[in-house]
């Protein structure tokens, strides 16, 4: 699948995929920024993309930052129908500032397809094993 870009500025660095058979697209900052601790903040990529309609972009975490540094994506769904450049939004989860420089590869895009549902009232839904157990239904261990 063909995905056209443009640059913002010429200098931009596009993302790329770190290795074969990899999901996600990395994604750079345009800037650089201190990020101090529980701060969040929108990273400029540089970047348009022309998600075809059917598609969505998934903007997610790239696991060595958020293991090393406790940074995390918010916000990470990018519509067909989008035009503007593609921002981060980074949340600093640690208790230590973090430095992120222009070229840091700082998230992921998944481009996956959309299926379009329909919801329909129902008086009673099917009963499942689970039920209604939910956050930590399953256990630790």
Request: proline fraction near 4%.
């Amino acid at each position: 699948m063909y995905i056209k870009f443009q640059k913002l500025h010429r200098d931009v660095e596009l993302g790329d995929y770190a290795h074969p058979g990899d999901a996600g697209i990395d994604l750079r900052s345009y800037e650089s920024k201190v990020l101090a601790p529980l701060e969040r903040y929108a990273f400029a990529t540089g970047l348009s993309l022309e998600i075809p309609e059917g598609f969505v972009g998934l903007v997610w975490d790239r696991s060595g930052l958020a293991v090393k540094e406790g940074l995390t994506c918010l916000a990470g769904v990018v519509d067909s129908g989008y035009r503007g450049e593609i921002k981060i939004v980074m949340l600093n989860t640690s208790d230590k500032e973090v430095k992120i420089e222009k070229g840091d590869r700082i998230a992921q895009m998944l481009i996956q397809p959309i299926m379009k549902i329909e919801l329909e009232p129902a008086k009673k839904l099917s009963q499942t094993e689970r039920g209604k157990g939910g956050f930590g239904a399953s256990g630790k261990k």
